[in-house]
């Protein structure tokens, strides 16, 4: 059995639950596709009654308050700069790219396990896929023995 069909085998039979947490990667949304239809938008508010007192909050709005409520205890300059730009965020992917300073506010001000925690809340808004999942092995393989084939 050739080495690619062994690998092909094994991977086959690799439960995908078995990934630690710590080999989740957390992607950035797609830039374009992601936005709900104009349509879709203009029915909704039509629908709506002004009894109800406004909109369903949308996936961005969740996730900005997930984000503030991350930062919520924490108290200081770069905090108050970060909860700010968090609140305005203009789309999940800013809020994607202001991660990293959320979990380092966090692990400074408290410890790495607690931004863990409080980034696997804002982390779920977002798009994310086992690192090294088996068709991305399975790819490069693929074009590992197409090479040497040649």
Partial sequence: MSPTRLLQR????RPSATVPPSRIEIRPPALWGQAEPVWQSVWSWMRQSPATGGA?????????QDFCAALGDLHGEATHDLSRRACHARSL???????AELYNLIAFHLNQTEADRRLAQVNRHFPARAA????????????HAQRHNS
Avoid: F, I
Wanted: hydrophobic share 35%.
């Fill in 10 to 13: 094994l991977l086959r039979r």
């Fill in 56 to 64: 369903r909050p949308t996936v961005l709005d969740k996730a900005r």
């Fill in 93 to 99: 992917r800013e809020l994607w790219h202001l991660r």
């Fill in 132 to 143: 090294g999942t088996a068709t991305n092995v399975l790819q490069s393989t693929d074009r």
